[in-house]
């Protein structure tokens, strides 16, 4: 395995036509409280009056590891509704749980995807039965929810400008985030994270999406810099494989950082793989279509450039299993991955390690 190397890339839009998204409910607005409530439904179709409808992803955290919050990303992505994603900016589940917070990759993530991201909090929670300083079944500010939903429906920019007008008033939100944390502490007798902990994450949030705005005003200068800059070469073998920080610019000058779980380069193409495993089976649909929400980031890329020189990208969802899956699961892969235009490798792990 080499050391990671540097990709920069171009998309100009996203095209993608999921096939496994789920039958999703129509939810009335006078129902969202029991959407939004702990265990409720992950993704749905919102209606507001007759007419208005909107595509919305309930997060039960910010965190994009723990709960798969892509795979209702990816559920979304069938519908031509405005696309919504609930998230939490801060979720502490107490001192003897775990502190998660929202991050800016994500939110570049669902801006490339067209997703409009609405931070939020939660106002209340129940004490954890099992653990002394935990709490469960947290709850979001309904009220606020509703408001911002409401603003969506008349808003008329891309989802980036709103994503950035709300990451702009993060700070804002994750102060109301800890106070109702506070009251709810002193109301449940739980001691959650230190104040100081959470404040310090949220600047770290606040100055990469300063860095983001600084770098898109200076895209264009960022282009002609990749085209003159000089770099060591690093001499990759067929069938050897690395990790990659891939930089994404789209048409207006954004320039978005993540990073491939594997790259091979293989003469003038650069596979750029995004790997799913699982040790005891297959790995689970919500981590596949967690998978498939990379694709559709992958296979939209215009441009890709490594050391100035431009490859052709060659998107792969990479899956690893120790027990194959029902043959309809494959069949149903295999279409995504002919209609979109993305390899499929299936790798079988007989040490089931």
């Known amino acids: 395995m080499e050391e990671s190397i540097e990709l920069q890339a171009k ?20 129902e969202l409280s029991s959407a939004l409530a702990p265990g409720g439904m992950r993704s749905f179709i919102l209606k507001i009056g007759e007419q208005s409808l909107l595509s919305v992803s309930k997060w039960v955290g910010p965190k994009r590891s723990r709960t798969y919050p892509y795979a209702s990303i990816y559920n979304i992505l069938c519908t031509t509704y405005k696309k919504v994603a609930i998230i939490p900016v801060i979720k502490d589940e107490g001192a003897d749980g775990e502190l998660d917070y929202l991050q800016w990759d994500t939110v570049s993530l669902l801006s490339l995807l067209g997703v409009y991201v609405i931070p939020t ?9 099992k653990r002394e300083n935990k709490i469960t079944n947290q709850k979001f500010d309904e009220s606020c929810v509703k408001e911002e939903i409401e603003k969506i429906l008349s ?17 804002d939100i994750a102060i109301k985030a800890l106070e109702s944390y506070g009251m709810l502490s002193k109301r449940l007798g739980v001691e959650l994270h230190s104040k100081e902990e959470v404040l310090e994450r949220i600047k770290k949030l606040y100055a990469k999406i300063e860095k983001f705005k600084e770098l898109s005003r200076k895209a264009a200068r960022a282009a ?13 073998l067929d069938n050897n494989t690395t990790k990659a920080k891939l930089t994404i610019e789209n048409l207006v000058g954004g320039l978005y950082h993540f990073t ?26 919500s981590d596949i279509k967690d998978g498939l929400v990379k694709m559709a980031l992958y296979t939209n890329i ?40 993305f390899q499929l490798e299936l790798v079988e792990n007989n040490r089931g390690d």
């Open 260 to 285: 491939c779980d594997e790259v091979k380069i293989e003469g003038n193409k650069i596979y750029l793989i995004e790997a799913k495993n699982s040790n005891s089976g297959f790995p689970s649909l």
């Open 11 to 30: 998309i100009e839009r996203i095209i993608y036509k999921p096939t496994m998204c789920n039958n999703l409910k129509i939810v009335e607005l006078n």
């Open 155 to 171: 808003y008329q920019s891309e989802p980036l400008h709103w994503n950035l007008e709300k990451m702009n008033k993060i700070y």
């Open 121 to 129: 909090y939660y106002v209340d929670a129940e004490k954890s039965s």
């Open 224 to 236: 002609q810099d990749r085209e003159t800059k000089t770099t060591q070469s690093k001499e990759m």
């Open 302 to 341: 215009s441009e890709l450039y490594y050391n100035c020189k431009n490859y052709t990208p060659v998107p792969t969802l990479k899956l690893t299993y120790a027990k194959s899956p029902k043959p309809i699961l494959i069949e149903k892969l295999k279409t995504e991955a002919r209609i979109n235009r």
